[in-house]
């Protein structure tokens, strides 16, 4: 996976909105389409060239990755302001398309 300056290979902050119309909280999230190069909304691109690794590396971090409102534990919990998750993901898988998902546990107000 190719990243820009602004990103390293560890952590990146991605930004997508979930669909509008669920019966229930998913159990699975895609967090990344397949193919070859990704424009986020924001107009920043990258290459996912080893989604497998992306994967791997969740997985030698052994942390679960939050999923929060408005990028929060980036920016208001460094400053020791509130930063609540929606979700923990709790597992990242490949699929056959190249396509990364996550497994996510949501917390109470995230599954409102």
Avoid at 14 to 25: C, I, K, M
Avoid at 30 to 55: C, F, K, T, Y
Avoid at 78 to 99: H, M, N, T, Y
């Amino acid at each position: 996976m190719t990243l820009n300056k602004q990103q390293t290979a560890h952590q990146a902050a991605l930004n997508f909105e979930l669909p509008q119309v669920v019966s229930a909280a998913p159990e699975w999230i895609q967090l990344l389409p397949g193919g070859s190069v990704l424009v986020g909304r924001d107009g920043r691109s990258w290459i996912n060239s080893a989604p497998e690794g992306v994967v791997g590396e969740f997985v030698v971090g052994a942390k679960d990755m939050p999923l929060d409102w408005e990028h929060s534990t980036e920016l208001k919990a460094p400053k020791g302001e509130e930063a609540p998750a929606a979700g923990w993901f709790k597992e990242l898988q490949v699929r056959v398309d190249g396509s990364i998902w996550g497994r996510i546990e949501w917390t109470d107000k995230g599954r409102e």
